[in-house]
């Protein structure tokens, strides 16, 4: 896909919501979901929820994601998405694992428009760092170590969890 840096916005009041499974596979997405993302039902359904994912989102990040709700934890994020189109939009994402009988059987995320200022002051630099360490590490597994390596020391050095730092950026700003 040819990606065109163009973002594109969503209303304040609107919220993005999918549900996948277990290995991230899209069992559900909303309206606005598909609209901002540029998809029909049909072509979402049952396909990995990295169908939006943005080249500039750090693997980093979704290491720490993936390792939070895999561990039946909820998390917040800063995402940057891609749109069918090649055009990108931001979310504040809040992922949750969905159990039934005790047990986690999918994922359901609520994601909202974020402050404009903490995505250009903070989240933007952040992640430009972590991309660059990922594109300078020997394979895709290794980048994505370092990255999520400097994260965890941003947030030792804080003396914070990742989720207090997320937390911190909603509510500074």
């Known amino acids: 896909m040819k990606y065109s840096g163009n973002e594109v916005f969503f209303d304040q009041g609107d919220l993005i919501v999918s549900k996948t ?43 720490l994601f993936w390792q939070t709700i895999a561990d039946a ?39 909202r428009v974020p402050n404009r200022t903490v995505i250009t002051e903070v989240i933007e630099p952040l992640y430009d760092q972590m991309n660059q360490l990922e594109r300078e590490a020997p394979s895709i597994k ?9 994260m965890q020391g941003l947030l030792s050095v804080k003396g914070v969890s990742y989720d207090e730092f997320v937390s911190s950026l909603m509510r500074e700003h």
């Open 21 to 63: 499974d277990l290995k991230g596979r899209i069992t559900y997405a909303n309206r606005i979901f598909l609209e901002i993302a540029g998809y029909d039902e049909r072509e979402v359904i049952g396909k990995a929820h990295n169908v939006i994912r943005h080249p500039n989102m750090p693997r980093g990040i979704f290491e």
């Open 73 to 111: 934890n909820e998390i917040f994020a800063y995402v940057v998405n891609a749109t069918r189109s090649g055009d990108h939009y931001w979310v504040v994402a809040h992922v949750t694992p969905s159990f039934r009988d005790g047990r986690v059987v999918g994922y359901h995320s609520t994601r």
């Open 142 to 150: 290794s980048g994505t170590a370092k990255s999520l390596e400097m």
